[in-house]
């Protein structure tokens, strides 16, 4: 445990910030595996419609230093090719 009342205050902090970068992930990955879901049972409609719903919910997690830049074009890039090959 953190002895000084700064480093208390940091593991406060980090503690605060650990629970929305868990809701960001939660909530990136949910919609990747809707789209899967979609996509293996040949529904392109629907994976179609969820595609911006994702591409938000990763760009939110990629702004707010959840996931890497590059970690975030390539879940974007992977969601594409997902949805191109249901077609």
């Known amino acids: 445990m953190p002895i000084t009342k700064g480093a208390q205050k940091a593991h406060r902090v980090?503690?605060?910030?650990?629970?929305?970068?868990?809701?960001?992930?939660?909530?990136?990955?949910?919609?990747t595996k809707e789209i899967q879901k979609a996509a293996a049972a040949g529904d392109a409609n629907k994976a179609q419609e969820l595609v911006p719903k994702a591409y938000k919910a990763i760009d939110k997690a990629a702004k707010r230093g959840v996931i890497k830049p590059n970690t975030a074009a390539r879940k974007k890039s992977k969601i594409s090719a997902t949805v191109k090959a249901v077609k």
């Open 14 to 31: 980090s503690e605060k910030k650990r629970v929305f970068n868990v809701r960001r992930k939660g909530a990136m990955k949910d919609v």
